[in-house]
């Protein structure tokens, strides 16, 4: 795998003995705003809309809407989750069909591609889950510039490339939750590691800067030992999770999946190395590629939201902003069956807090 500036200074701070103290900032410049320690909601400063605006779109208020939905990647569980979550919302809503179609790995050039082609074939419409934030913005701005509403969902872009993105959870409620279950069952003074996409996958980047400030802040004798990239690719993160499993041997009581598919693979890689109680796994995934694991009691806590929401909030907010319902200024809207949904951090709707499925309420769950 490549190494970054970021291997490079957790590799300094190791030497220091307490990894949490390197700051990542997920390769971009927002600061990190770690909720209180106690369970507090902690305070937002309220902020302006910071979105991108369209230009030339025809006026389709109430009229029949075509969207193109291009995630990182077709084929895994989280994807088809949020797309049956669109196809729900365009089933109710009644004039909007939506298309999901997008590369077969998380490869941002590819994905790049599958946009440029939509937005040649012609659409009212573009919904997507970025790769990578900056090297996805220039075709998101091709199709404002061609009158084509931008809305993100997941992984967002920078703001100036789309008009609003669907946040699951925000970002340092989602850290709170991963570091205060991952210190409850390893403990305050042991060590972990991380198994993520790629270092420049926007939303994972940006938990992990939020989780070094939350631990920081509140869990400090914790220790980073290092984070892995495996590219959304299962094999590949068996393989990473294995990898921190052999290298740290003892030191290691703790793994955390930042992607639905490093969390499962971590678990496996845990499982069929006999490490099951010793080795503590914490992450991202949905319910139903960690109820064996969850079953056996090899994993004790899955953090996530519900991913087929997310896709059907994404429809509604495109809804609302063709209609003239979501302008600039905006602090709520309406998306159906989940009520109002919060306008935050200036072009940001909120779907809500992170929730923790664990042995007491995941068979509860089908997605």
């Known amino acids: 795998m490549k190494y970054s500036l970021m291997a490079l200074a957790l590799g300094a701070t190791l030497l220091s003995g307490n990894a949490f103290a390197a700051k990542w900032d997920g390769g971009d410049d927002l600061p990190t705003n770690p909720l209180p320690c106690d369970g507090g909601a902690g305070t937002m400063a309220a902020k302006a809309y910071d979105g991108a605006a369209v230009t030339g779109s025809v006026d389709k208020s109430g ?17 088809n989750a ?56 220039p075709v998101l701005k091709k199709a404002l510039s061609k009158g084509v509403h931008v809305i993100g969902y997941d992984a967002n872009s920078t703001p100036d490339a789309r008009e609003w993105f669907v946040n699951q959870a925000q970002f340092n409620g989602i850290a709170k939750a991963m570091v205060d279950n ?11 590691g991380i198994v993520t996409s790629t270092f420049t996958t926007p939303n994972q980047a940006r938990w992990i800067a939020e989780m070094s400030a939350y631990a920081a802040k509140c869990h400090p004798k914790l220790k980073w030992l290092e984070t892995v990239e495996a590219q959304e690719d299962n094999i590949l993160s ?33 499982t069929r190395s006999n490490l099951c109680g010793k080795v503590a796994v914490v992450g991202l995934a949905t319910p139903n590629a960690m109820k064996p694991y969850v079953a056996s009691g090899c994993v004790k806590s899955v953090v996530l939201w519900n991913p087929v929401d997310l896709g059907y909030a994404a429809v509604y907010v495109t809804r609302a902003v063709v209609d003239g319902k979501l302008k600039a200024g905006a602090t709520s809207v309406e998306a159906g069956k989940l009520g109002k949904l919060s306008v935050v951090n200036g072009s940001e709707i909120l779907l809500g807090s992170p929730f923790v499925y664990d042995k007491s309420n995941i068979n509860n769950f089908d997605f």
């Open 182 to 192: 991952l210190a409850k069952e390893i403990g305050e003074d042991k060590s972990f």
């Open 238 to 270: 068996f393989n990473q999770a294995s990898t921190l499993l052999n290298k740290y041997g003892d030191q290691l009581s703790g793994l955390m999946g930042m992607t639905s598919v490093a969390t499962p693979a971590s678990a496996e890689a845990v």
């Open 63 to 79: 009229k029949p809407i075509t969207l193109v939905d291009v995630p990182k990647l077709i084929g895994i569980g989280y994807f």
């Open 82 to 137: 949020t797309t049956k979550g669109m196809q729900d919302a365009a089933k109710e809503l009644g004039n909007v069909k939506v298309t999901t179609d997008g590369p077969t790995e998380a490869k941002i050039d590819e994905q790049v591609k599958f946009i440029d082609n939509y937005i040649t074939r012609g659409v009212d419409g573009v919904l997507f889950a970025a790769n990578d934030p900056v090297a996805i913005a």
